[in-house]
């Protein structure tokens, strides 16, 4: 069987709008306690601005027909109700490393909150890295008038590892460690489902 030609599309360096209510979401999801106080409000804003020069954003997406999809992606189907898709794309995203080694920085300085406000704000700018990825899948299908799914995860180890190894996701660099964990933290694994456009009724 003649191996299945595809191109991988490799993106760097694009910019990022982190949201400071959702940092704020994601900080009470990692704490309870954490109470929107103006200071706080304001220990977010000050990050959002300080963290944009340590951003190694990179991207890779590549679209398949669904017979040539790689093997071991069972998950990457259509949902109950949904049409079968005429094409799906994975993605990788990252926001690479330095946020990582500022969070590793400030513990080291026992600075617990502003690591926890890293924290959060690192999650924000993986989803943002990830929906940049869907908007550009979503141009490309502008054109022909394609319908896309959202943008949905992959949320199995093994698929996970498909996925990069599809991608060659090591050179942005994206891979997993030897413990299992997806390294750069802040990143997002994932596909979107093409359909042909609806037949409109006249």
Not at 78 to 87: I, N, T, V
Not at 96 to 115: H, M
Request: net charge neutral; charged share 25%; with cysteine.
């Amino acid at each position: 069987m003649a191996e299945t030609v595809f191109s991988v599309k490799k993106i760097k360096k694009f910019r990022l709008q982190p949201r400071a209510q959702a940092v704020m979401r994601n900080l009470r999801a990692l704490s309870e306690n954490a109470q929107a106080t103006p200071e706080l409000e304001k220990a977010v804003e000050t990050e959002i601005r300080s963290v944009a020069s340590s951003l190694e954003t990179a991207a890779l997406y590549a679209t398949f027909s669904p017979d040539a999809c790689p093997t071991g992606l069972a998950s990457v189907r259509p949902g109950e109700g949904e049409r079968p898709p005429l094409s799906l794309t994975l993605f990788a995203a990252t926001v690479g490393v330095g946020l990582e080694e500022e969070i590793a920085r400030a513990l080291a300085r026992g600075e617990a909150l502003r690591s926890r406000v890293l924290t959060a704000l690192g999650e924000e700018l993986a989803d943002q890295a990830g929906q940049f990825v869907a908007r550009l899948i979503n141009e490309e299908a502008k054109d022909d008038a394609f319908e896309l799914s959202d943008r949905r995860p992959l949320t199995s180890l093994d698929e996970q590892k498909t996925l990069l190894d599809t991608l060659d996701a090591a050179r942005i660099p994206l891979s997993f460690d030897a413990g299992g964990h997806l390294t750069p933290r802040f990143s997002r694994l994932g596909y979107v489902l093409w359909w042909p456009p609806s037949k409109k009724r006249s």
